[in-house]
Protein backbone atom coordinates (compact mmCIF):
# COMPACT_ATOMS: atom_id res chain seq x y z
CA UNK A 1 0.00 0.00 0.00
CA UNK A 2 1.32 3.47 -0.50
CA UNK A 3 1.22 6.79 1.73
CA UNK A 4 -1.04 8.29 -0.36
CA UNK A 5 -3.85 5.20 -0.78
CA UNK A 6 -4.84 6.90 2.46
CA UNK A 7 -5.98 10.24 1.17
CA UNK A 8 -6.68 8.81 -2.06
CA UNK A 9 -9.37 6.22 -1.08
CA UNK A 10 -10.74 8.76 1.52
CA UNK A 11 -11.87 11.38 -1.37
CA UNK A 12 -12.86 8.46 -3.57
CA UNK A 13 -14.89 7.25 -0.49
CA UNK A 14 -16.37 10.42 -0.32
CA UNK A 15 -17.40 10.50 -4.10
CA UNK A 16 -19.30 7.37 -3.80
CA UNK A 17 -21.10 8.79 -0.74
CA UNK A 18 -22.26 11.26 -3.01
CA UNK A 19 -22.69 9.36 -5.65
CA UNK A 20 -25.14 7.19 -3.81
CA UNK A 21 -26.73 9.69 -2.21
CA UNK A 22 -27.79 11.16 -6.05
CA UNK A 23 -28.50 7.52 -6.59
CA UNK A 24 -31.11 7.20 -3.61
CA UNK A 25 -32.86 10.13 -3.93
CA UNK A 26 -33.01 10.17 -7.48
CA UNK A 27 -35.43 6.58 -6.79
CA UNK A 28 -36.89 8.04 -4.27
CA UNK A 29 -38.01 11.45 -5.86
CA UNK A 30 -39.34 9.25 -9.39
CA UNK A 31 -40.89 6.09 -7.55
CA UNK A 32 -41.96 7.41 -3.84
CA UNK A 33 -43.28 4.01 -3.63
CA UNK A 34 -40.14 1.65 -4.38
CA UNK A 35 -37.88 0.59 -1.76
CA UNK A 36 -33.75 0.57 -2.97
CA UNK A 37 -34.04 -3.31 -3.23
CA UNK A 38 -36.92 -3.16 -5.57
CA UNK A 39 -35.70 -0.70 -7.46
CA UNK A 40 -32.37 -2.48 -8.66
CA UNK A 41 -34.46 -5.76 -8.87
CA UNK A 42 -36.23 -3.96 -11.76
CA UNK A 43 -33.30 -2.23 -13.12
CA UNK A 44 -31.63 -5.83 -13.48
CA UNK A 45 -35.12 -7.02 -15.13
CA UNK A 46 -35.15 -3.67 -17.22
CA UNK A 47 -31.54 -4.55 -18.83
CA UNK A 48 -31.55 -8.49 -18.73
CA UNK A 49 -35.41 -9.36 -20.08
CA UNK A 50 -35.98 -12.07 -20.09
CA UNK A 51 -34.35 -13.24 -16.62
CA UNK A 52 -35.18 -15.29 -13.62
CA UNK A 53 -35.57 -14.80 -10.72
CA UNK A 54 -32.48 -16.91 -9.88
CA UNK A 55 -30.23 -14.45 -11.75
CA UNK A 56 -31.98 -11.24 -10.72
CA UNK A 57 -30.85 -12.76 -6.86
CA UNK A 58 -27.26 -13.53 -8.25
CA UNK A 59 -26.50 -10.11 -9.41
CA UNK A 60 -28.03 -8.08 -7.16
CA UNK A 61 -26.11 -11.01 -4.17
CA UNK A 62 -29.18 -11.39 -2.24
CA UNK A 63 -30.77 -13.79 -0.70
CA UNK A 64 -33.70 -15.35 -3.44
CA UNK A 65 -37.06 -15.33 -1.19
CA UNK A 66 -35.83 -11.26 -0.59
CA UNK A 67 -35.58 -11.23 -4.57
CA UNK A 68 -39.12 -12.84 -4.52
CA UNK A 69 -40.33 -10.52 -2.13
CA UNK A 70 -39.24 -7.21 -3.97
CA UNK A 71 -40.60 -9.12 -7.24
CA UNK A 72 -44.14 -9.92 -5.94
CA UNK A 73 -44.25 -6.61 -5.07
CA UNK A 74 -43.39 -5.16 -8.19
CA UNK A 75 -45.62 -7.58 -9.90
CA UNK A 76 -48.65 -6.13 -7.93
CA UNK A 77 -47.75 -2.41 -8.83
CA UNK A 78 -47.84 -3.26 -12.25
CA UNK A 79 -44.26 -2.28 -13.01
CA UNK A 80 -43.30 -6.35 -13.62
CA UNK A 81 -44.54 -9.58 -15.07
CA UNK A 82 -43.88 -12.70 -14.26
CA UNK A 83 -44.02 -16.29 -16.59
CA UNK A 84 -43.27 -19.82 -15.84
CA UNK A 85 -40.30 -20.28 -18.79
CA UNK A 86 -41.81 -22.73 -21.12
CA UNK A 87 -38.29 -24.33 -21.34
CA UNK A 88 -37.66 -25.11 -18.00
CA UNK A 89 -40.81 -25.08 -15.87
CA UNK A 90 -39.48 -24.96 -12.36
CA UNK A 91 -38.14 -21.49 -13.57
CA UNK A 92 -40.02 -17.58 -13.31
CA UNK A 93 -38.90 -15.64 -16.18
CA UNK A 94 -39.33 -11.97 -15.17
CA UNK A 95 -40.17 -8.89 -17.46
CA UNK A 96 -40.68 -5.54 -16.89
CA UNK A 97 -44.07 -3.70 -18.07
CA UNK A 98 -44.04 -0.51 -20.41
CA UNK A 99 -45.02 1.30 -17.01
CA UNK A 100 -41.92 -0.39 -15.19
CA UNK A 101 -39.70 0.69 -18.23
CA UNK A 102 -41.06 4.09 -18.23
CA UNK A 103 -39.92 4.07 -14.22
CA UNK A 104 -36.41 2.86 -14.98
CA UNK A 105 -36.08 5.68 -17.82
CA UNK A 106 -37.73 8.14 -15.14
CA UNK A 107 -34.75 7.48 -12.28
CA UNK A 108 -31.75 7.46 -15.20
CA UNK A 109 -33.40 10.87 -16.26
CA UNK A 110 -33.39 12.44 -12.76
CA UNK A 111 -29.69 11.32 -12.01
CA UNK A 112 -28.67 12.22 -15.26
CA UNK A 113 -30.25 15.80 -14.23
CA UNK A 114 -28.72 15.89 -10.81
CA UNK A 115 -25.39 15.00 -12.46
CA UNK A 116 -25.67 17.45 -15.21
CA UNK A 117 -26.27 20.03 -12.53
CA UNK A 118 -22.91 19.06 -10.07
CA UNK A 119 -21.18 18.78 -13.31
CA UNK A 120 -21.97 22.29 -13.88
CA UNK A 121 -20.47 23.22 -11.12
CA UNK A 122 -17.35 22.65 -12.42
CA UNK A 123 -14.90 24.71 -14.78
CA UNK A 124 -14.83 23.54 -18.06
CA UNK A 125 -10.95 21.58 -17.52
CA UNK A 126 -12.47 20.17 -14.34
CA UNK A 127 -15.17 18.76 -15.64
CA UNK A 128 -13.38 17.04 -18.74
CA UNK A 129 -10.79 16.36 -15.97
CA UNK A 130 -13.58 14.55 -14.69
CA UNK A 131 -15.36 13.01 -17.07
CA UNK A 132 -12.04 11.09 -18.40
CA UNK A 133 -11.67 10.10 -14.43
CA UNK A 134 -14.90 8.62 -14.02
CA UNK A 135 -14.01 6.40 -17.51
CA UNK A 136 -10.80 5.35 -16.01
CA UNK A 137 -12.69 4.77 -12.73
CA UNK A 138 -15.30 2.89 -14.10
CA UNK A 139 -12.88 0.52 -16.40
CA UNK A 140 -10.65 -0.16 -13.29
CA UNK A 141 -13.98 -1.13 -10.99
CA UNK A 142 -15.38 -3.91 -14.36
CA UNK A 143 -15.79 -6.94 -12.94
CA UNK A 144 -16.07 -6.35 -9.21
CA UNK A 145 -19.43 -8.12 -8.40
CA UNK A 146 -18.91 -7.90 -4.29
CA UNK A 147 -16.36 -6.08 -2.36
CA UNK A 148 -13.62 -7.59 -2.02
CA UNK A 149 -12.20 -9.37 1.15
CA UNK A 150 -9.85 -7.36 3.62
CA UNK A 151 -6.64 -8.69 4.39
Known amino acids: MTQNSAPDSAVALAALRAMVTIADSSVEHATGQLTLTQFRALRVTADRTPVTMGRVADELTMNPST ?13 LQKAQNPLNKREILLAPTAKGRQLVDRVDEERRRVLDLVLSRLEPEQRSAMVVALGLFTDAAAGFETVAPSK
Request: hydrophobic fraction near 45%; include cysteine.
Open 67 to 79: VTRACDRLVSLGL
